[in-house]
């Protein structure tokens, strides 16, 4: 897959969620304020079921349509700002975006019971909470690498300098560990041994081999970071023009 084609599908992937994240949205809207006592019980099934339904179909279709961005070649690492960037897995920011987006639509209130005043302030709320499932699409997790060091931004945010990191030790982690990690071996202020650092992989759009082989590589080479973000040194990485 070339740079330009899975910037495509990551571009598909983040307009697909935006638009079923808007739909699942106005059918609970439907459902909140236009079901009434008087709608047959047959719609009123049809328009609860509804987001659920399209959610569920969504989530499926993400994960076949979307397969190749969800395990992505070496390619998929970009060049942005002089620098190298795993972004965040397109697939699983459209799926979160997606049911942040109907996880919002919880809070909306048609009760008449409630004054006009403080029933738009509960829906004024609510449509702030549902504008958060844009986050996932427009900050979603990622990692950079610059001549300076990595700033990770993937189940918290860490800034390190390639001085921070050590050559990974010859002994295993002292720990199990589920789904895919970027274990960076770092420096301990005081201490003798270093500490670990896991990165979970499974939110960004990488082979997590080829990260890692990637970050080790200028560990142990401090001579080749300067060419850190360059078009060249992307090419020499992956074998493919940027």
Do not use: C, Q
Not at 87 to 106: D, F, I, Q
Request: hydrophobic fraction near 50%; charge should be positive; avoid cysteine.
């Amino acid at each position: 897959m070339t740079p330009a084609r899975f910037d495509r599908y990551v571009l598909a992937s983040k307009a697909t969620a935006a638009g079923v994240a808007l739909l699942l949205v106005a059918l609970r809207v439907l459902d909140e304020f236009g079901v009434t006592p008087s709608t047959p019980v047959v719609l009123a099934v049809a328009a609860r079921l509804a987001p659920i339904f399209v959610l569920s179909a969504a989530f499926l279709v993400f994960g076949v349509v979307f397969r190749p961005i969800h395990r992505p070649p070496p390619a998929a690492l970009r060049i942005r700002g002089g620098a190298f960037v795993a972004p965040g897995s397109p697939v699983l920011m459209g799926r979160m975006a997606m049911g942040w987006a109907l996880l919002g639509t919880v809070f909306l209130d048609s009760d008449p019971s409630l004054s006009p005043t403080t029933r738009a302030g509960v829906n004024a709320g609510a449509a702030l909470v549902i504008a958060g499932a844009a986050w996932p699409l427009l900050r979603g997790p990622r990692l950079a690498m610059t001549p300076a060091g990595l700033t990770i931004r993937a189940g918290g945010r860490r800034v390190l300098r390639w001085d921070d990191l050590v050559r990974v030790p010859a002994e295993p982690l002292p720990l199990t560990v589920r789904g895919p990690k970027l274990a960076l071996s770092i420096r301990r202020p005081g201490r003798a041994d270093p500490g670990w650092l896991l990165v979970p992989l499974d939110l960004l759009a990488v082979e997590p081999v080829f990260l890692g082989t990637v970050v080790e590589h200028y560990v142990e080479n401090p001579e080749r970071r300067p060419a850190i973000g360059t078009p060249e040194e992307y090419t020499r990485l992956t074998g493919v023009a940027a």
